[in-house]
């Protein structure tokens, strides 16, 4: 997963997907699937940014050529926070689907109504 800057287009977007893309293929692993999550607004400022677009992608990869993946992501300016993280097994990939917004409201409260807990 990949962070890009508030300042990065659809262009920078694609851009940077193909660019770890070919990083995968460069180093001998294979891109499984790839995804843009979008843009949100940040839970504290990274780098001056308040908000960024988030990317998943999925792929294998020898454990000998992720350095050299990560150190392309740090020296890449548009990516502004990276996370590689090692599963054993094949991860389905994650698509947000959307929320009616009576829903997303409980949701940004902890799943919590507006109701007072009953009394016994």
């Known amino acids: 997963m990949w962070l890009l ?11 940077s997907v193909e660019k770890v893309t070919a990083l995968i293929k460069d180093g001998g692993g294979e891109l499984e699937n790839a995804a ?16 960024g677009s988030y990317f998943l992608a999925n792929f294998k990869l020898d454990s000998a050529a992720t350095p050299t993946l990560e150190r392309a992501l740090d020296a890449d300016q548009g990516v502004i926070r990276h996370i590689l993280i090692r599963h054993n097994r094949p991860v389905p990939m ?9 829903r997303s409201r409980d949701r940004d409260r902890g ?3 507006n109701r007072r807990p009953r009394r016994s």
Request: glycine content about 10%.
């Open 36 to 51: 843009l999550w979008g843009k949100r607004t940040l839970a504290y400022q990274v780098e001056k940014n308040k908000e």
């Open 94 to 102: 994650v698509v947000e689907a959307d929320e009616p917004e009576e």
């Open 111 to 113: 799943g919590r109504d």
């Open 5 to 15: 800057g508030a300042d990065a287009d659809e262009d920078a977007g694609a851009a």
